[in-house]
């Protein structure tokens, strides 16, 4: 049974960095795309992706800000996000990129002066 555990978040101020860490457990970690989800009010959106190969891909609004990564070795997927802005604000998840219908409990990420 697939178990993601996301964490990192908190209160920065714009401009700020995070590195947000998702820990997935129960799965063959290695062979699957692995993404980054966030939800403000309104619908999920998919903001990173990583393939089993390593091969990115981001939404526009953050590309040239937040880099995905993964450690096989260690089941994780990361988000290195810098220069913030307010309207990243949201709960992050990782999921499978297509995603799995279990999600985690997400991390809170809130950019404000």
């Known amino acids: 049974q697939v178990q993601l555990v996301e964490s990192g978040g908190g209160l920065v101020q714009p401009g700020g960095s995070l590195r947000l860490s998702c820990e997935a457990s129960g799965i063959i970690f290695k062979i699957y795309a692995m993404g980054w989800y966030r939800q403000a009010p309104g619908q999920r959106e998919l903001v990173a992706s990583i393939s089993s190969g390593s091969r990115t891909n981001y939404a526009d609004s953050v590309k040239g800000r937040f880099t995905i990564s993964r450690d096989n070795a260690k089941s994780t997927v990361y988000l290195q996000m810098n220069s913030l802005k307010p309207e990243d604000t949201a709960v992050y998840y990782c999921?499978?990129?297509?995603?799995?219908?279990?999600w985690g409990q997400g991390t809170q990420v809130t950019v404000s002066s």
């Open positions: 999921n499978a990129d297509p995603p799995w219908n279990y």
